[in-house]
């Protein structure tokens, strides 16, 4: 009996202790960010700015996880759903565009084939379909949160910046801050500015530092992840454009 349950001790520390890797392939890579929040970035070809890589994020806890912003391309999709379920041993609850671009939205579809529910504003959901683009199929106005474990993720709009929807997700249980397009890596030019409100961009990045003052790390839409310098550095480079 003393030898049953020494080894089936030995069984689970040796699961618990399993370290999940980042994956990366010639469509997707996977890379941790903090305790339960992971980015994915793949790349879109474009005309203007060349093939550009584009980050998501997906934030898990106790078995449950919501992805923000499809990855670009079938196979990618396909890869992340897969990792996401095999590699983290956790159901993806939600996948959530956090606007209307086709960086965010691009392999809804690909979601929607293995019953993933799907979630956007109402502003994003219009923009979508005056656009053509796939629909998410559950709506909210401004605010939404997702329970996963024991914690809150939150969705919310603070206003125009990249776009006229775009939204922002905060994850309290790291301090974790997916912004989106909405917030520039280091260095980074202000990029497409098609959609864009340059005037109120600085002003949203504001109305996010004063609501989330603890925020350690930061995922923009493009480029490599940082903390709170990220927020810093967006809103200097709209309040030039805006003066």
């Known amino acids: ?73 079938k ?34 579809d690909e979601f929607h084939n293995v019953n993933i529910e799907s979630f956007a504003s109402e502003k994003t959901i219009d923009l979508a379909k005056i656009n053509n683009f796939s629909i998410p199929k559950n709506s909210f106005n401004s605010y939404k949160e997702f329970q996963i474990g024991n914690s809150k993720v939150i969705v919310s709009f603070m206003g125009e910046g990249h776009t006229k929807d775009n939204i922002v997700a905060y994850f309290h249980k790291d301090n974790v801050l997916f912004g989106g397009c909405l917030v520039k890596s ?25 609501t989330y003052p603890n925020i350690k790390f930061v995922i923009p839409g493009h480029g490599k992840s940082g903390n709170y310098e990220l927020l810093d550095y967006t809103q200097q480079l709209f309040q030039e454009s805006s003066l």
């Open 1 to 73: 009996m003393k030898k049953f349950a020494f080894l089936f001790l030995a069984f689970v520390l040796s699961n618990c202790s399993k370290t999940v890797q980042n994956y990366k392939s010639d469509n997707i890579k996977i890379t941790k960010v903090s305790d339960h929040v992971w980015q994915h970035t793949s790349t879109l070809e474009t005309k203007s700015f060349g093939d550009v890589p584009c980050n998501g994020a997906i934030m898990v806890d106790n078995g449950k996880a919501v992805v923000f912003d499809t990855p670009v391309g």
């Open 75 to 108: 196979k990618a999709a396909i890869e992340l759903i897969a990792w996401v379920q095999t590699e983290l041993n956790t159901k993806i609850i939600a996948i959530v565009p956090t606007h209307f671009h086709i960086d965010c939205l691009d392999t809804l």
């Open 186 to 210: 280091l260095k980074a030019p202000k990029g497409n500015l098609a959609d864009a409100n340059i005037n109120e961009w600085s002003n949203t990045i504001q109305k996010i530092k004063s």
